[in-house]
Protein backbone atom coordinates (compact mmCIF):
# COMPACT_ATOMS: atom_id res chain seq x y z
CA UNK A 1 0.00 0.00 0.00
CA UNK A 2 2.82 2.09 0.66
CA UNK A 3 4.49 1.50 -1.82
CA UNK A 4 1.71 2.80 -4.70
CA UNK A 5 1.12 5.83 -2.52
CA UNK A 6 4.71 6.43 -3.26
CA UNK A 7 4.22 6.05 -6.68
CA UNK A 8 0.85 7.49 -6.86
CA UNK A 9 2.96 10.63 -5.75
CA UNK A 10 4.98 10.72 -8.34
CA UNK A 11 1.88 10.49 -10.31
CA UNK A 12 0.33 13.16 -9.30
CA UNK A 13 3.43 15.35 -9.11
CA UNK A 14 4.12 14.46 -12.88
CA UNK A 15 0.29 16.10 -13.95
CA UNK A 16 0.52 18.98 -12.15
CA UNK A 17 4.00 20.21 -12.87
CA UNK A 18 2.74 19.94 -16.67
CA UNK A 19 -0.43 21.20 -16.20
CA UNK A 20 1.18 24.18 -14.64
CA UNK A 21 3.82 24.20 -16.89
CA UNK A 22 1.06 24.49 -19.64
CA UNK A 23 -1.33 27.21 -18.25
CA UNK A 24 2.34 29.26 -18.06
CA UNK A 25 2.71 28.68 -21.66
CA UNK A 26 -0.67 29.69 -22.46
CA UNK A 27 -1.03 32.63 -20.18
CA UNK A 28 2.59 33.89 -21.69
CA UNK A 29 1.81 33.43 -25.44
CA UNK A 30 -1.86 34.98 -24.78
CA UNK A 31 -1.13 38.13 -22.93
CA UNK A 32 1.26 40.64 -23.48
CA UNK A 33 4.39 41.29 -20.94
CA UNK A 34 3.39 44.56 -20.64
CA UNK A 35 -0.19 43.76 -18.91
CA UNK A 36 1.24 40.70 -17.26
CA UNK A 37 3.76 42.68 -15.15
CA UNK A 38 2.07 45.97 -14.78
CA UNK A 39 1.54 45.14 -10.92
CA UNK A 40 3.13 48.65 -8.99
CA UNK A 41 3.52 48.36 -5.33
CA UNK A 42 1.64 50.88 -3.23
CA UNK A 43 -1.24 51.45 -5.92
CA UNK A 44 -4.34 51.22 -2.95
CA UNK A 45 -2.62 53.21 -0.32
CA UNK A 46 -2.57 55.80 -2.93
CA UNK A 47 -5.84 56.53 -3.16
CA UNK A 48 -7.39 55.06 0.47
CA UNK A 49 -5.15 56.52 2.58
CA UNK A 50 -3.64 60.34 1.96
CA UNK A 51 -1.59 59.41 5.52
CA UNK A 52 -2.61 63.62 6.68
CA UNK A 53 -3.27 64.07 10.31
CA UNK B 1 -1.94 57.40 -13.51
CA UNK B 2 -4.53 55.18 -13.60
CA UNK B 3 -5.21 52.98 -10.78
CA UNK B 4 -6.96 50.20 -11.40
CA UNK B 5 -9.71 49.15 -8.81
CA UNK B 6 -9.43 45.51 -8.43
CA UNK B 7 -12.80 43.26 -8.48
CA UNK B 8 -12.56 39.66 -8.37
CA UNK B 9 -12.43 37.68 -12.16
CA UNK B 10 -12.90 40.74 -14.09
CA UNK B 11 -11.14 40.05 -17.48
CA UNK B 12 -8.06 41.38 -18.76
CA UNK B 13 -8.15 43.97 -21.80
CA UNK B 14 -5.81 45.85 -23.32
CA UNK B 15 -5.19 48.77 -21.11
CA UNK B 16 -5.93 46.93 -17.71
CA UNK B 17 -3.21 46.36 -14.94
CA UNK B 18 -3.35 42.91 -13.23
CA UNK B 19 -2.37 42.78 -9.59
CA UNK B 20 -2.78 40.93 -6.26
CA UNK B 21 -6.04 40.13 -5.06
CA UNK B 22 -7.48 41.77 -1.87
CA UNK B 23 -9.98 38.89 -0.68
CA UNK B 24 -8.40 37.83 3.00
CA UNK B 25 -9.21 38.43 6.50
CA UNK B 26 -7.48 37.82 9.60
CA UNK B 27 -8.16 34.49 9.69
CA UNK B 28 -5.68 33.98 7.08
CA UNK B 29 -3.40 36.25 8.77
CA UNK B 30 -3.59 33.97 11.74
CA UNK B 31 -3.68 30.89 9.25
CA UNK B 32 -0.48 32.32 7.32
CA UNK B 33 1.81 33.09 10.50
CA UNK B 34 0.86 29.66 12.91
CA UNK B 35 0.64 27.53 9.73
CA UNK B 36 3.90 27.96 8.94
CA UNK B 37 5.50 28.27 12.71
CA UNK B 38 3.59 25.24 13.86
CA UNK B 39 5.22 22.59 12.35
CA UNK B 40 8.54 23.58 14.77
CA UNK B 41 6.30 22.17 17.63
CA UNK B 42 6.56 18.80 15.71
CA UNK B 43 10.16 18.91 14.90
CA UNK B 44 13.17 21.50 15.25
CA UNK B 45 12.46 22.90 18.96
CA UNK B 46 13.86 19.63 20.07
CA UNK B 47 17.14 20.10 18.62
CA UNK B 48 17.29 22.61 21.52
CA UNK B 49 17.77 20.00 23.98
CA UNK B 50 20.58 18.21 22.20
CA UNK B 51 22.35 21.71 22.68
CA UNK B 52 21.89 22.52 25.85
CA UNK B 53 19.27 19.68 27.84
CA UNK B 54 15.74 19.67 28.80
CA UNK B 55 15.85 22.57 31.19
CA UNK B 56 17.67 24.52 28.47
CA UNK B 57 15.05 24.22 26.08
CA UNK B 58 12.57 25.51 28.63
CA UNK B 59 14.51 28.71 29.26
CA UNK B 60 14.82 29.08 25.52
CA UNK B 61 11.28 28.25 24.61
CA UNK B 62 10.73 31.42 27.28
CA UNK B 63 13.46 34.06 26.67
CA UNK B 64 12.91 33.28 22.56
CA UNK B 65 8.88 34.14 23.15
CA UNK B 66 10.40 37.08 24.40
CA UNK B 67 12.59 38.03 21.22
CA UNK B 68 9.59 36.93 18.98
CA UNK B 69 7.23 38.99 20.92
CA UNK B 70 9.15 42.16 20.32
CA UNK B 71 9.47 40.78 16.46
CA UNK B 72 5.52 40.65 16.48
CA UNK B 73 4.98 43.82 17.88
CA UNK B 74 8.15 46.40 16.28
CA UNK B 75 6.83 44.11 12.32
CA UNK B 76 3.10 44.69 13.22
CA UNK B 77 3.74 48.71 13.38
CA UNK B 78 5.52 49.22 10.92
CA UNK B 79 4.10 46.75 8.20
CA UNK B 80 0.78 48.86 9.21
CA UNK B 81 2.24 51.44 7.78
CA UNK B 82 4.26 50.01 4.61
CA UNK B 83 1.49 47.19 3.35
CA UNK B 84 3.08 46.27 0.26
CA UNK B 85 3.39 42.46 -0.84
CA UNK B 86 6.82 41.33 0.02
CA UNK B 87 6.73 42.65 3.97
CA UNK B 88 10.31 43.57 5.41
CA UNK B 89 11.64 43.85 2.22
CA UNK B 90 9.13 47.20 1.12
CA UNK B 91 9.98 48.47 4.80
CA UNK B 92 13.68 48.16 4.58
CA UNK B 93 13.58 49.55 0.82
CA UNK B 94 11.09 52.97 2.59
CA UNK B 95 13.61 53.21 5.56
CA UNK B 96 16.80 52.08 5.47
CA UNK B 97 17.90 51.73 1.32
CA UNK B 98 17.42 49.49 -1.25
CA UNK B 99 20.68 47.52 -1.11
CA UNK B 100 19.55 46.82 2.66
CA UNK B 101 16.14 45.50 0.55
CA UNK B 102 17.69 43.45 -1.30
CA UNK B 103 19.42 41.72 1.25
CA UNK B 104 16.17 41.80 3.50
CA UNK B 105 14.41 40.00 0.62
CA UNK B 106 16.86 37.18 0.24
CA UNK B 107 17.03 36.59 4.39
CA UNK B 108 13.07 36.02 3.37
CA UNK B 109 13.54 33.75 0.13
CA UNK B 110 16.68 31.58 1.74
CA UNK B 111 14.49 31.21 4.79
CA UNK B 112 10.86 30.24 3.51
CA UNK B 113 12.52 27.77 1.10
CA UNK B 114 15.10 26.06 3.15
CA UNK B 115 11.67 25.61 5.77
CA UNK B 116 9.78 24.63 3.00
CA UNK B 117 12.46 22.30 2.54
CA UNK B 118 12.75 21.11 6.04
CA UNK B 119 8.82 20.42 6.16
CA UNK B 120 9.28 18.67 2.55
CA UNK B 121 12.09 16.11 4.68
CA UNK B 122 10.21 15.84 7.50
CA UNK B 123 6.91 14.95 5.85
CA UNK B 124 8.87 12.26 3.70
CA UNK B 125 11.04 10.82 6.58
CA UNK B 126 7.68 10.87 9.08
CA UNK B 127 6.03 8.87 6.01
CA UNK B 128 8.53 6.21 5.71
CA UNK B 129 9.12 5.97 9.43
CA UNK B 130 5.66 4.97 10.00
CA UNK B 131 5.38 2.67 7.05
CA UNK B 132 8.82 0.70 7.74
CA UNK B 133 9.22 -1.02 4.52
CA UNK B 134 12.28 -1.44 3.27
CA UNK B 135 13.05 0.16 -0.12
CA UNK B 136 10.60 2.83 0.49
CA UNK B 137 12.53 6.41 -0.23
CA UNK B 138 11.11 9.65 1.06
CA UNK B 139 11.76 11.14 -2.51
CA UNK B 140 7.79 10.71 -3.85
CA UNK B 141 6.39 12.05 -1.08
CA UNK B 142 8.88 15.16 -1.22
CA UNK B 143 8.10 15.89 -4.61
CA UNK B 144 4.48 15.28 -3.94
CA UNK B 145 4.35 17.97 -1.02
CA UNK B 146 6.01 20.86 -3.16
CA UNK B 147 4.41 20.31 -6.66
CA UNK B 148 1.17 20.04 -5.41
CA UNK B 149 1.59 23.25 -2.84
CA UNK B 150 2.92 24.95 -5.65
CA UNK B 151 0.08 24.07 -7.95
CA UNK B 152 -2.66 25.61 -5.05
CA UNK B 153 -0.55 28.43 -4.74
CA UNK B 154 -0.25 29.00 -8.62
CA UNK B 155 -4.07 28.87 -8.79
CA UNK B 156 -4.88 31.10 -5.75
CA UNK B 157 -4.41 32.76 -2.48
CA UNK B 158 -7.79 32.41 -0.87
CA UNK B 159 -8.01 28.76 -1.46
CA UNK B 160 -4.29 28.37 -0.56
CA UNK B 161 -5.06 30.02 2.85
CA UNK B 162 -8.15 28.51 3.65
CA UNK B 163 -6.51 25.49 3.32
CA UNK B 164 -3.74 26.46 5.61
CA UNK B 165 -6.48 27.66 8.33
CA UNK B 166 -7.97 24.01 8.33
CA UNK B 167 -5.02 22.42 8.50
CA UNK B 168 -3.19 24.27 10.66
CA UNK B 169 -6.50 24.15 12.99
CA UNK B 170 -6.57 20.51 12.95
CA UNK B 171 -2.77 20.04 14.03
CA UNK B 172 -3.59 22.73 17.02
CA UNK B 173 -6.30 21.13 18.07
CA UNK B 174 -3.95 17.95 18.35
CA UNK B 175 -1.17 19.26 20.75
CA UNK B 176 -4.05 20.52 23.15
CA UNK B 177 -5.61 16.99 22.96
CA UNK B 178 -2.75 15.05 23.78
CA UNK B 179 -2.01 17.51 26.44
CA UNK B 180 -5.12 17.14 28.14
CA UNK B 181 -5.18 13.60 27.67
CA UNK B 182 -1.80 12.74 29.50
CA UNK B 183 -3.35 14.39 33.10
CA UNK B 184 -1.30 17.31 32.54
CA UNK B 185 -2.32 17.92 36.74
CA UNK B 186 -1.01 14.94 38.11
CA UNK B 187 2.85 13.74 38.15
CA UNK B 188 3.59 10.13 37.73
CA UNK B 189 0.71 8.37 35.80
CA UNK B 190 1.62 9.12 32.46
CA UNK B 191 4.24 11.62 32.75
CA UNK B 192 7.26 11.63 34.75
CA UNK B 193 9.03 15.03 34.90
CA UNK B 194 10.88 14.74 37.89
CA UNK B 195 12.29 11.30 37.26
CA UNK B 196 13.31 12.69 33.53
CA UNK B 197 14.61 15.63 34.38
CA UNK B 198 16.85 15.62 37.39
CA UNK B 199 19.40 18.55 38.95
CA UNK B 200 21.79 15.79 37.31
CA UNK B 201 21.10 16.18 34.26
CA UNK B 202 19.13 19.06 33.54
CA UNK B 203 21.57 21.70 32.26
CA UNK B 204 24.12 18.60 31.14
CA UNK B 205 27.01 21.27 29.37
CA UNK B 206 25.71 24.03 32.27
CA UNK B 207 25.08 27.39 31.17
CA UNK B 208 27.21 27.66 27.87
CA UNK B 209 24.19 24.69 26.73
CA UNK B 210 21.31 27.47 27.52
CA UNK B 211 23.57 29.33 25.18
CA UNK B 212 24.15 27.35 22.47
CA UNK B 213 20.14 25.81 22.55
CA UNK B 214 19.42 29.54 21.90
CA UNK B 215 19.81 28.45 17.69
CA UNK B 216 17.14 25.88 17.99
CA UNK B 217 14.97 27.83 20.62
CA UNK B 218 14.44 29.99 17.30
CA UNK B 219 12.83 27.06 15.66
CA UNK B 220 9.29 27.32 18.22
CA UNK B 221 8.13 30.44 16.39
CA UNK B 222 10.44 30.91 13.10
CA UNK B 223 8.14 32.30 10.49
CA UNK B 224 5.70 33.69 12.41
CA UNK B 225 7.07 36.97 10.37
CA UNK B 226 5.43 35.90 7.68
CA UNK B 227 2.34 37.30 7.99
CA UNK B 228 3.33 40.75 6.44
CA UNK B 229 3.84 39.06 3.34
CA UNK B 230 0.25 38.78 2.73
CA UNK B 231 0.01 43.22 3.02
CA UNK B 232 -0.84 43.41 -0.16
CA UNK B 233 -3.83 40.66 -0.80
CA UNK B 234 -5.33 41.48 3.37
CA UNK B 235 -8.45 43.86 2.73
CA UNK B 236 -7.68 45.97 5.41
CA UNK B 237 -4.14 45.31 6.31
CA UNK B 238 -3.45 48.55 9.05
CA UNK B 239 -5.98 46.29 10.97
CA UNK B 240 -5.34 42.55 10.25
CA UNK B 241 -1.71 42.35 10.37
CA UNK B 242 -1.52 43.72 13.71
CA UNK B 243 -4.41 41.46 14.99
CA UNK B 244 -3.65 38.58 13.14
CA UNK B 245 0.07 38.64 13.72
CA UNK B 246 -0.41 38.81 17.97
CA UNK B 247 -3.49 36.20 18.09
CA UNK B 248 -1.05 33.94 15.89
CA UNK B 249 2.43 35.04 18.74
CA UNK B 250 -0.11 34.32 22.00
CA UNK B 251 -1.40 30.81 20.05
CA UNK B 252 2.42 29.85 19.56
CA UNK B 253 3.56 30.45 23.04
CA UNK B 254 0.84 28.30 24.37
CA UNK B 255 1.44 25.47 22.01
CA UNK B 256 5.37 25.58 22.73
CA UNK B 257 4.67 25.30 26.88
CA UNK B 258 2.49 22.54 26.11
CA UNK B 259 4.69 20.77 23.99
CA UNK B 260 7.88 21.32 25.92
CA UNK B 261 5.86 20.24 28.50
CA UNK B 262 4.42 16.80 27.18
CA UNK B 263 7.80 15.49 25.73
CA UNK B 264 9.94 16.83 28.30
CA UNK B 265 7.49 14.40 30.95
CA UNK B 266 7.60 11.40 28.48
CA UNK B 267 11.45 11.40 26.83
CA UNK B 268 15.08 11.79 28.65
CA UNK B 269 16.55 14.64 27.03
CA UNK B 270 18.86 12.60 25.26
CA UNK B 271 16.31 10.87 22.96
CA UNK B 272 14.13 14.24 22.75
CA UNK B 273 17.44 16.12 21.76
CA UNK B 274 17.61 14.01 18.65
CA UNK B 275 14.35 12.71 17.07
CA UNK B 276 12.89 13.78 14.02
CA UNK B 277 9.28 13.83 15.37
CA UNK B 278 8.84 14.19 19.11
CA UNK B 279 5.47 15.25 19.27
CA UNK B 280 4.22 11.77 17.31
CA UNK B 281 6.99 9.92 19.60
CA UNK B 282 5.51 11.74 22.65
CA UNK B 283 1.86 10.22 21.08
CA UNK B 284 3.51 6.81 20.82
CA UNK B 285 4.98 6.86 24.67
CA UNK B 286 1.45 7.17 26.39
CA UNK B 287 0.77 4.29 24.52
CA UNK B 288 -2.30 5.13 23.15
CA UNK B 289 -2.82 4.02 19.32
CA UNK B 290 -5.23 6.74 18.91
CA UNK B 291 -3.33 9.63 20.28
CA UNK B 292 -0.24 8.02 17.98
CA UNK B 293 -1.90 7.87 15.08
CA UNK B 294 -3.40 11.27 15.61
CA UNK B 295 -0.33 12.98 16.28
CA UNK B 296 1.40 11.15 13.22
CA UNK B 297 -1.46 13.15 10.97
CA UNK B 298 -0.93 15.93 13.13
CA UNK B 299 2.79 15.75 11.85
CA UNK B 300 2.16 15.44 8.27
CA UNK B 301 -0.27 18.36 8.53
CA UNK B 302 1.69 20.76 10.18
CA UNK B 303 4.28 20.15 7.29
CA UNK B 304 2.29 21.12 4.79
CA UNK B 305 0.87 23.87 6.24
CA UNK B 306 4.10 24.80 6.60
CA UNK B 307 5.65 24.51 3.68
CA UNK B 308 2.29 26.20 2.06
CA UNK B 309 2.45 29.16 3.84
CA UNK B 310 6.38 29.17 2.99
CA UNK B 311 6.02 28.86 -1.12
CA UNK B 312 3.59 31.72 -0.23
CA UNK B 313 5.64 34.35 1.31
CA UNK B 314 9.14 33.02 -0.92
CA UNK B 315 7.17 34.05 -4.29
CA UNK B 316 5.94 37.19 -3.10
CA UNK B 317 9.61 38.23 -1.75
CA UNK B 318 10.78 36.95 -5.18
CA UNK B 319 7.96 38.48 -6.80
CA UNK B 320 8.64 42.14 -5.26
CA UNK B 321 12.30 42.33 -6.12
CA UNK B 322 11.26 41.44 -9.93
CA UNK B 323 8.98 44.82 -9.56
CA UNK B 324 11.42 46.53 -8.28
CA UNK B 325 13.90 45.45 -10.86
CA UNK B 326 16.02 44.24 -8.46
CA UNK B 327 15.84 41.17 -10.67
CA UNK B 328 14.47 40.53 -13.67
CA UNK B 329 11.55 42.39 -14.16
CA UNK B 330 10.13 38.95 -15.72
CA UNK B 331 9.76 37.82 -12.16
CA UNK B 332 6.72 40.27 -11.49
CA UNK B 333 4.25 39.09 -13.73
CA UNK B 334 1.03 38.43 -11.95
CA UNK B 335 -1.56 35.56 -13.59
CA UNK B 336 -4.22 37.31 -14.82
CA UNK B 337 -7.01 35.05 -14.23
CA UNK B 338 -5.58 33.37 -10.86
CA UNK B 339 -3.83 37.14 -9.74
CA UNK B 340 -0.87 34.96 -8.02
CA UNK B 341 3.07 35.99 -8.78
CA UNK B 342 2.73 32.81 -10.68
CA UNK B 343 6.48 33.00 -12.37
CA UNK B 344 8.18 33.76 -9.14
CA UNK B 345 6.09 30.44 -7.99
CA UNK B 346 7.21 28.34 -10.83
CA UNK B 347 11.03 29.61 -10.66
CA UNK B 348 11.18 28.47 -6.91
CA UNK B 349 9.73 25.21 -7.05
CA UNK B 350 12.96 23.32 -8.65
CA UNK B 351 15.43 25.16 -6.33
CA UNK B 352 13.13 24.05 -3.47
CA UNK B 353 13.00 20.19 -4.80
CA UNK B 354 16.68 20.17 -5.53
CA UNK B 355 17.47 21.32 -2.02
CA UNK B 356 15.28 18.52 -0.59
CA UNK B 357 16.75 15.92 -2.31
CA UNK B 358 20.17 16.77 -1.64
CA UNK B 359 20.39 18.49 1.95
CA UNK B 360 19.14 16.94 5.30
CA UNK B 361 16.53 17.90 7.94
CA UNK B 362 19.40 19.64 10.77
CA UNK B 363 21.00 21.41 7.29
CA UNK B 364 17.87 23.20 5.94
CA UNK B 365 16.68 24.13 9.41
CA UNK B 366 19.65 25.60 9.84
CA UNK B 367 20.36 27.77 6.96
CA UNK B 368 16.88 28.65 7.84
CA UNK B 369 17.87 29.68 11.39
CA UNK B 370 20.66 31.56 10.05
CA UNK B 371 18.36 34.38 6.90
CA UNK B 372 15.93 34.48 10.24
CA UNK B 373 18.41 35.77 12.23
CA UNK B 374 19.98 38.16 10.10
CA UNK B 375 16.48 39.55 9.52
CA UNK B 376 16.05 40.06 12.98
CA UNK B 377 18.82 42.07 12.94
CA UNK B 378 17.86 44.62 10.40
CA UNK B 379 14.33 44.87 12.29
CA UNK B 380 15.57 45.76 15.33
CA UNK B 381 18.12 48.48 13.65
CA UNK B 382 14.96 49.30 10.85
CA UNK B 383 12.45 50.49 14.07
CA UNK B 384 15.15 52.73 15.56
CA UNK B 385 15.23 54.35 12.28
CA UNK B 386 11.41 54.18 11.25
CA UNK B 387 10.76 56.35 14.27
CA UNK B 388 13.31 58.67 14.02
CA UNK B 389 12.69 59.14 10.21
CA UNK B 390 9.17 59.87 10.47
CA UNK B 391 8.21 60.18 14.67
CA UNK B 392 4.92 59.81 15.65
CA UNK B 393 2.30 62.01 14.54
CA UNK B 394 3.57 62.38 11.13
CA UNK B 395 2.12 59.85 9.29
CA UNK B 396 -0.31 57.61 10.04
CA UNK B 397 0.30 54.35 11.43
CA UNK B 398 -2.45 51.19 11.73
CA UNK B 399 -0.68 50.58 14.70
CA UNK B 400 1.75 51.75 17.34
CA UNK B 401 3.80 49.50 19.57
CA UNK B 402 4.68 50.03 23.61
CA UNK B 403 7.92 50.71 25.45
CA UNK B 404 9.64 51.50 22.20
CA UNK B 405 12.51 51.40 22.24
CA UNK B 406 12.80 48.66 24.53
CA UNK B 407 11.83 45.68 22.40
CA UNK B 408 14.50 46.69 19.69
CA UNK B 409 17.44 46.93 22.65
CA UNK B 410 15.53 43.38 23.56
CA UNK B 411 15.59 41.95 19.53
CA UNK B 412 18.98 43.04 19.06
CA UNK B 413 20.64 41.94 22.30
CA UNK B 414 18.82 38.38 21.71
CA UNK B 415 19.97 38.55 17.69
CA UNK B 416 23.63 38.80 19.46
CA UNK B 417 23.31 35.66 21.63
CA UNK B 418 22.12 33.57 18.97
CA UNK B 419 24.88 34.47 16.55
CA UNK B 420 26.81 32.93 19.13
CA UNK B 421 24.51 30.37 19.76
CA UNK B 422 25.24 29.29 16.20
CA UNK B 423 29.17 29.76 16.34
CA UNK B 424 29.07 27.14 18.91
CA UNK B 425 28.73 24.10 16.63
CA UNK B 426 27.65 25.62 13.05
CA UNK B 427 30.09 28.52 12.89
CA UNK B 428 31.65 27.95 9.71
CA UNK B 429 28.14 27.65 8.52
CA UNK B 430 27.41 31.18 9.39
CA UNK B 431 30.54 32.49 7.58
CA UNK B 432 30.19 30.99 4.15
CA UNK B 433 26.40 32.31 4.59
CA UNK B 434 27.72 35.66 5.43
CA UNK B 435 30.06 35.12 2.54
CA UNK B 436 27.47 34.77 0.10
CA UNK B 437 25.23 37.88 1.07
CA UNK B 438 28.45 40.28 0.93
CA UNK B 439 29.49 39.00 -2.49
CA UNK B 440 26.16 38.95 -3.97
CA UNK B 441 25.49 42.58 -2.28
CA UNK B 442 29.09 44.06 -3.84
CA UNK B 443 27.31 42.61 -7.19
CA UNK B 444 23.93 44.30 -6.71
CA UNK B 445 25.45 47.63 -5.49
CA UNK B 446 27.72 47.99 -7.85
CA UNK B 447 25.95 46.30 -11.17
CA UNK B 448 22.57 45.56 -11.01
CA UNK B 449 21.53 48.63 -9.08
CA UNK B 450 22.09 50.86 -12.20
CA UNK B 451 18.86 48.92 -14.04
CA UNK B 452 16.18 50.33 -10.81
CA UNK B 453 14.64 53.23 -11.29
CA UNK B 454 15.26 55.73 -8.80
CA UNK B 455 12.62 58.02 -6.93
CA UNK B 456 10.15 54.85 -8.06
CA UNK B 457 11.21 52.47 -5.61
CA UNK B 458 9.24 54.96 -2.99
CA UNK B 459 6.09 54.33 -3.51
CA UNK B 460 4.37 54.92 0.04
CA UNK B 461 2.77 58.65 0.36
CA UNK B 462 4.45 60.06 3.10
CA UNK B 463 5.84 63.60 3.54
CA UNK B 464 10.06 63.60 2.97
CA UNK B 465 11.74 61.46 5.97
CA UNK B 466 13.62 64.11 8.38
CA UNK B 467 17.09 64.06 7.91
CA UNK B 468 16.78 64.16 4.03
CA UNK C 1 19.19 66.96 -9.73
CA UNK C 2 17.97 65.22 -13.19
CA UNK C 3 15.77 62.15 -13.14
CA UNK C 4 18.25 58.73 -13.24
CA UNK C 5 16.62 56.72 -16.34
CA UNK C 6 17.92 53.22 -16.07
CA UNK C 7 19.32 51.36 -19.19
CA UNK C 8 16.84 48.96 -20.63
CA UNK C 9 18.43 45.49 -20.24
CA UNK C 10 18.34 43.14 -23.08
CA UNK C 11 16.68 39.74 -22.88
CA UNK C 12 20.11 38.05 -22.86
CA UNK C 13 21.32 40.39 -19.77
CA UNK C 14 17.88 39.33 -17.86
CA UNK C 15 19.00 35.56 -18.30
CA UNK C 16 22.53 36.19 -17.75
CA UNK C 17 21.71 37.58 -14.38
CA UNK C 18 18.72 34.78 -13.28
CA UNK C 19 21.64 32.46 -13.83
CA UNK C 20 24.25 34.29 -11.87
CA UNK C 21 21.95 34.23 -8.83
CA UNK C 22 20.79 30.57 -9.25
CA UNK C 23 24.47 29.67 -9.30
CA UNK C 24 25.61 32.05 -6.07
CA UNK C 25 22.19 30.38 -4.05
CA UNK C 26 23.34 26.88 -5.09
CA UNK C 27 26.95 27.46 -4.80
CA UNK C 28 25.97 29.03 -0.75
CA UNK C 29 23.52 26.64 0.17
CA UNK C 30 25.68 23.55 -1.28
CA UNK C 31 28.92 24.01 -1.03
CA UNK C 32 28.89 24.04 2.71
CA UNK C 33 27.10 20.25 2.32
CA UNK C 34 29.53 18.72 -0.11
CA UNK C 35 32.74 20.37 2.16
CA UNK C 36 31.34 18.77 4.85
CA UNK C 37 31.10 22.14 7.26
CA UNK C 38 27.28 21.77 7.77
CA UNK C 39 26.21 20.49 10.58
CA UNK C 40 26.86 20.31 14.04
CA UNK C 41 30.33 19.34 16.04
CA UNK C 42 29.37 16.24 18.20
CA UNK C 43 32.06 13.22 18.86
CA UNK C 44 31.10 10.21 20.89
CA UNK C 45 32.77 9.92 24.14
CA UNK C 46 33.22 6.04 24.04
CA UNK C 47 32.40 4.50 27.66
CA UNK C 48 33.53 0.80 28.04
CA UNK C 49 30.69 -0.54 30.22
CA UNK C 50 27.59 -0.20 28.13
CA UNK C 51 24.56 -0.53 30.80
CA UNK C 52 22.00 1.81 31.88
CA UNK C 53 23.64 2.86 34.98
CA UNK C 54 27.16 3.54 33.86
CA UNK C 55 24.80 5.52 30.79
CA UNK C 56 23.98 7.41 33.72
CA UNK C 57 19.93 6.54 32.69
CA UNK C 58 17.59 5.39 35.68
CA UNK C 59 14.96 3.28 36.48
CA UNK C 60 12.47 5.25 34.54
CA UNK C 61 14.65 6.64 31.76
CA UNK C 62 15.68 3.03 30.84
CA UNK C 63 12.06 1.74 30.34
CA UNK C 64 11.56 4.78 28.27
CA UNK C 65 14.73 3.49 26.25
CA UNK C 66 13.21 0.52 25.89
CA UNK C 67 9.83 0.91 25.15
CA UNK C 68 11.31 2.91 22.09
CA UNK C 69 13.43 0.05 20.76
CA UNK C 70 17.36 0.49 22.60
CA UNK C 71 19.44 -1.61 24.40
CA UNK C 72 22.19 -0.07 26.80
CA UNK C 73 24.27 -1.03 23.11
CA UNK C 74 22.33 0.68 20.66
CA UNK C 75 21.55 3.60 22.83
CA UNK C 76 25.40 4.43 23.77
CA UNK C 77 26.14 5.83 20.48
CA UNK C 78 23.33 8.42 21.41
CA UNK C 79 23.70 9.20 24.63
CA UNK C 80 27.40 9.40 24.75
CA UNK C 81 27.49 11.54 21.62
CA UNK C 82 28.30 15.06 22.81
CA UNK C 83 28.86 18.41 22.03
CA UNK C 84 32.07 20.20 23.23
CA UNK C 85 31.71 23.63 23.34
CA UNK C 86 35.00 25.64 23.26
CA UNK C 87 35.48 28.82 22.37
CA UNK C 88 37.54 29.20 19.71
CA UNK C 89 38.93 32.80 20.11
CA UNK C 90 40.34 33.37 16.86
CA UNK C 91 37.17 31.50 14.48
CA UNK C 92 35.11 33.50 17.34
CA UNK C 93 37.16 36.75 16.45
CA UNK C 94 36.75 36.76 12.70
CA UNK C 95 33.33 35.36 12.91
CA UNK C 96 32.81 38.38 14.48
CA UNK C 97 34.91 40.87 12.09
CA UNK C 98 32.63 39.38 9.07
CA UNK C 99 29.28 39.64 10.72
CA UNK C 100 29.96 43.33 11.32
CA UNK C 101 32.13 44.26 8.44
CA UNK C 102 29.32 42.75 6.50
CA UNK C 103 26.25 45.30 8.36
CA UNK C 104 28.43 47.98 8.38
CA UNK C 105 28.75 47.57 4.15
CA UNK C 106 24.77 47.03 3.81
CA UNK C 107 23.90 50.17 6.21
CA UNK C 108 26.51 52.65 4.12
CA UNK C 109 25.78 51.74 0.90
CA UNK C 110 22.27 51.78 1.31
CA UNK C 111 22.47 55.02 3.00
CA UNK C 112 24.08 56.29 -0.66
CA UNK C 113 21.29 55.01 -2.88
CA UNK C 114 18.74 56.11 -0.34
CA UNK C 115 19.60 59.64 -0.53
CA UNK C 116 19.24 59.39 -4.17
CA UNK C 117 16.27 58.05 -4.15
CA UNK C 118 14.72 60.64 -1.33
CA UNK C 119 16.14 63.32 -3.63
CA UNK C 120 14.33 62.30 -7.10
CA UNK C 121 11.23 61.75 -5.17
CA UNK C 122 10.66 65.00 -3.62
CA UNK C 123 12.91 67.42 -5.16
CA UNK C 124 11.59 66.60 -8.31
CA UNK C 125 7.92 67.73 -8.22
Known sequence: MWIALSYACWGISIVLALWMLFDWFKVDTTYSEGVLTSSREGELEAVSEKHRI | MTVAVETAGTAVNGGDRVSLLRVLGPAHVWALGVGIVLVGEFTGWNFSADKGGTLAALIVCWVVGLLYTSVAMIDSEVTSTVAAAGGQYAQAKHIVGPLMAFNVALFLVFAYTMLEVSDAILLGDTIVAKAGIDGLTHNSFIAATIVVLAWLNYRGVLMTLNVNFVITAIAYVSIVILFFSVSPWTQGAVLKLNELVTPGNALPYGWIGVIAAFQFGIWYYLGIEGTTQAAEEVRSPARSLPYGTMAGMITLLIAAAMTWYVCASLMPWEYLGITPYPLWDAGKLTGSPLLENLLFVATLLAAIASANGCINDAARAWFSLGRDRYLPSWFSAVHPKYRTPYRSILFLLPIALAFAFIADLNQAITFSILSGVLQYTFMSINIMMFRKKWPLGSIRRGYTHPFHPLPAIVLFCLCVVTYFAIFLGFGSQLIAMIAFYFLISVWFHFYRYKFVRRGDQFSMPWPKPQGY | ?125
Open chain 3, 1 to 125: MSRYTPPEQSKTGQIFDIVVVVVAIFVALWLPLKLGLAGAAKSIDALDAKTWEALGQNPTMASIWEKLGYTPETAHDVIQNRFHYVIDWPTLIIMAIVLIAYFVFLFRASDREYRDVIIEKFEDK
